[in-house]
T-cell receptor
Framework: SQELEQSPQSLIVQEGKNLTINCTSS?????LYWYKQKYGEGLIFLMM?????EEKSHEKITAKLDEKKQQSSLHITASQPSHAGIYLC??????????FGTGTRLLVSP | EAQVTQNPRYLITVTGKKLTVTCSQN?????MSWYRQDPGLGLRQIYY???????DKGDVPEGYKVSRKEKRNFPLILESPSPNQTSLYFC????????????FGSGTQLSVL
């Protein structure tokens, strides 16, 4: 079955610094989804990547899927307190479900 | 506003007392699903529904029931809750199925004493 491993598990960065979160799959990814969860709240869709080498950006967040389609990274430029939360990657788990990594907790200190 | 609405937001109950967590979406989505989120285990799917009257088990269905009598509603029923069902529950929907872009509710934090 599909398994997603995220690193790091948690991250504290100073406001204004850049950061990268990684998501590694045990199988080839045919669709990789990034979500953000504010603490204790629902997940908000950020981006979806499908093709090897694909890169998408939204505001200060950039997500990439590697050529082999087994790893994705999420990069935040000039982090702000509003970026704090839990970032989860998700992928097709078969049987009409999305499987998720265990998440990366991000804190942005002033 | 397009949204998935879950109620209640927080719930504390005792072992064995039946409860229902409601979920409603206003986007005319075919697909709806329930997940639970636990520390160290991440999000796991409980049940899903592809359409009215069509439901199927996810990875952790034991102790839960669902129904899909109307397209917009997908309640989660715990007939006899136990402490190991203490968790954060999310309802999600999408237009046609997974793993499309899912829209999530705000979550229900359930504590079973």
């Amino acid at each position: 079955s599909q398994e997603l491993e995220q690193s790091p598990q948690s991250l504290i960065v100073q406001e204004g610094k850049n950061l990268t979160i990684n998501c590694t799959s045990s199988k080839t990814l045919y669709g990789l989804y990034w979500y953000k969860q504010k603490y204790g709240e629902g997940l908000i869709f950020l981006m979806m990547l499908q093709k090897g080498g694909e890169e998408k950006s939204h505001e200060k967040i950039t997500a990439k899927l590697d050529e082999k389609k087994q790893q994705s990274s999420l990069h935040i430029t000039a982090s702000q307190p509003s970026h704090a939360g839990i970032y989860l990657c998700g992928a097709d788990g078969g049987f009409q479900k999305l499987v998720f990594g265990t998440g990366t907790r991000l804190l942005v200190s002033p | 506003e397009a949204q998935v609405t879950q109620n209640p937001r927080y719930l504390i109950t005792v072992t064995g007392k039946k409860l229902t967590v409601t979920c409603s979406q206003n986007m005319n989505h075919e697909y709806m699903s329930w997940y639970r989120q636990d520390p160290g285990l991440g999000l796991r799917q409980i049940y899903y529904s592809m359409n009215v009257e069509v439901t199927d088990k996810g990875d952790v269905p034991e102790g839960y029931k669902v129904s899909r009598k109307e397209k917009r509603n997908f309640p989660l029923i715990l007939e006899s809750p136990s402490p190991n069902q203490t968790s954060l529950y999310f309802c999600a929907s999408s237009l046609f199925g997974a793993p499309e872009k899912l829209f999530f509710g705000s979550g229900t934090q359930l504590s079973v004493l």
